[in-house]
């Protein structure tokens, strides 16, 4: 069985910012990947040319949430995401993919 290396694009106001002016695309990747396997999952995928590729783990979060019948408390759990630089000029259309 294949493993997936990426899971999900991740669609907010600073990753936008970062695609439109530098040709940044951040991912949700599996926890195991490394930057290598990162860049050929990205290069077969979308067809591009892969700079360079940085990798964060987002820690787990707790969230409580006041409800009628209390306070409700659960946890985010964590997360790696990588920051993708494409070669210069090339580009990634997320949303004809959604």
Do not use: C, W
């Amino acid at each position: 069985m294949a493993k997936t290396i990426l899971i999900k694009p991740v669609v907010s106001e600073k990753a936008e910012l970062l695609s439109e002016n530098q040709e940044h695309y951040t991912f949700v990747v599996a926890k195991t990947a490394n930057k290598i396997e990162i860049r050929n999952a990205v290069e077969a995928r979308y067809g591009v040319t892969v700079n360079r590729v940085n990798t964060m783990v987002m820690p787990s979060k707790t969230k409580n949430r006041s409800t009628k019948s209390g306070l409700l408390r659960g946890r985010v759990s964590s997360f790696k995401k990588a920051i993708i630089t494409l070669a210069e000029g090339e580009t990634i259309d997320l949303y004809n993919e959604l």
